[in-house]
T-cell receptor
Framework: QQQVRQSPQSLTVWEGETAILNCSYENSAFDYFPWYQQFPGEGPALLISILSVSNKKEDGRFTIFFNKREKKLSLHIADSQPGDSATYFCAASATDKVVFGTGTRLQVSP | EAAVTQSPRSKVAVTGGKVTLSCHQTNNHDYMYWYRQDTGHGLRLIHYSYVADSTEKGDIPDGYKASRPSQENFSLILELASLSQTAVYFC??????????FGPGTRLTVL
C-alpha cells in the first residue's frame, strides 16, 4: 500500500530529446507528488511537484502528467541537456511521511 | 547559504561502536526527517520529528534512535553500529507546502 514504483531504472537520451520518467503508486490516500533531482555527492532537491487535484503541472522544460484513476504519473523533460544528467526520484505523500521511489538514473548524451 | 547542514560528512565506524549523526536547519521548519539511501532502495525513512523533544518512528527504525533537543537540531544515533548500517544518511526539513529540503548527506562506513 505504501510503495512507489519507478521505471525505467536507467534511461539514456540524446541532447534535445524528451526524457520520460514513469511512476506509479498504490495508496489512494496519497495527494502530493513531488519529484526530486539528485546529483552525485549531493542531497536530493525538489524539482517540481503536483497535487492530486491537478492532472498537469509545468515548470519550464519539466512537466508532470498525472492520472489519478490509474495511479500513475510521469515526468517529461523536454529538450534534455547534459546538465540534466542525474537521478530522479518520484515521491508520494498523504500525511507526515513521504514515500520515495527507487529512482531513475538519467544520462543525457551530447 | 545552506539551510540544512549535516555533520560529519563522512565517518568510518567500527562494528559495535556508537555513532551520532547531527543535523542542523535554519529554515525554521517544525518537521525534520532522517533517511538512509542505499543503491536500489532509494530513500527510506528512519525517524522523524514534528516538535522539539519528540520523535516518531519511520519505516525502518530498528537499530536507530533519534533526538530532537531543539527545533533546529535533530540527531540520529546508532548505539551499536552494524555492517548493515553502512549507507548514506540524509537529513531533511519540511516546508509549509510539504516540500522537503535535504542536507548534503553523511556517508557512513561500518567496518
Amino acid at each position: 500500500q505504501q510503495q512507489v514504483r519507478q521505471s525505467p531504472q536507467s534511461l539514456t537520451v540524446w541532447e534535445g530529446e524528451t526524457a520520460i520518467l514513469n511512476c506509479s503508486y498504490e495508496n489512494s490516500a496519497f495527494d502530493y507528488f513531488p519529484w526530486y533531482q539528485q546529483f552525485p555527492g549531493e542531497g536530493p532537491a525538489l524539482l517540481i511537484s503536483i497535487l492530486s487535484v491537478s492532472n498537469k503541472k509545468e515548470d519550464g522544460r519539466f512537466t508532470i502528467f498525472f492520472n489519478k484513476r490509474e495511479k500513475k504519473l510521469s515526468l517529461h523533460i523536454a529538450d534534455s541537456q547534459p546538465g540534466d544528467s542525474a537521478t530522479y526520484f518520484c515521491a508520494a505523500s498523504a500525511t507526515d511521511k513521504v514515500v520515495f521511489g527507487t529512482g531513475t538514473r538519467l544520462q543525457v548524451s551530447p | 547559504e545552506a539551510a540544512v547542514t549535516q555533520s560529519p560528512r563522512s565517518k568510518v565506524a567500527v562494528t559495535g561502536g556508537k555513532v551520532t549523526l547531527s543535523c542542523h536547519q535554519t529554515n525554521n521548519h517544525d518537521y525534520m526527517y532522517w533517511y538512509r539511501q542505499d543503491t536500489g532502495h532509494g530513500l527510506r525513512l528512519i525517524h522523524y520529528s514534528y516538535v522539539a523533544d519528540s520523535t516518531e518512528k519511520g519505516d525502518i527504525p530498528d537499530g536507530y534512535k533519534a533526538s530532537r533537543p531543539s527545533q533546529e537540531n535533530f540527531s540520529l544515533i546508532l548505539e551499536l553500529a552494524s555492517l548493515s548500517q553502512t549507507a548514506v544518511y540524509f537529513c531533511a526539513s519540511r516546508g509549509d507546502r510539504y516540500e522537503q529540503y535535504f542536507g548534503p548527506g553523511t556517508r557512513l562506513t561500518v567496518l
